[in-house]
């Protein structure tokens, strides 16, 4: 298990060809805790998707995709994810970060920032996937608080 931000900037290559198609930028987070594809920003500096059905592997140096069609993106991600709300409606944070399996793209969970200096003093605190109830770009909605 590792986190998403380990993965930024290391490159995307297609595994036919050895080309290079960009460097990651960030994951979107999709059905079932697993993730829906990669932001990438191309050679040329411009935004792209790569859906995960292309990925081969994530590797500790590069991300290996099986073919080199990439989709177009409108923006890179978002610089702060989506604000975490409980069932009760209190707000815990923003997401900071995503910890996935990389050998199948599972999501195990998420990395709550409430701001530098309470993530400094108190530490960030992590939700299990299996704990969101609802997934939006805007917000997550979260069923138990977590412990830490």
């Known amino acids: 298990m590792r986190k998403g931000r380990e993965f930024m900037d290391k490159p995307v290559i297609d595994m036919n060809s050895g080309k290079l198609l960009g460097f990651v930028k960030g994951f979107r987070p999709g059905e079932n805790q697993k993730i829906a ?34 989709q177009t993106a409108e923006s890179a991600p978002k610089p702060a994810g989506p604000v975490v709300m409980t069932a009760a409606g209190d707000n815990l944070g923003m ?10 793209g599972s999501i195990t969970g998420y990395e709550i920032s409430n701001g530098l200096l309470l993530d400094v003093v108190m530490g960030r605190k992590v939700v299990p996937a299996p704990n969101i109830l609802a997934y939006h770009d805007d917000t997550v909605i979260i069923g138990d608080i977590p412990t830490k």
């Open 95 to 104: 997401i900071e970060d995503i910890l996935l399996e990389e050998l199948d």
């Open 37 to 70: 594809g990669i932001y990438i920003n191309t050679p040329q500096n411009e935004p792209a998707y790569v859906p995960y059905s292309m990925v081969n592997n994530l590797g500790r140096d590069a991300v290996l995709v099986q073919g080199s069609f990439i």
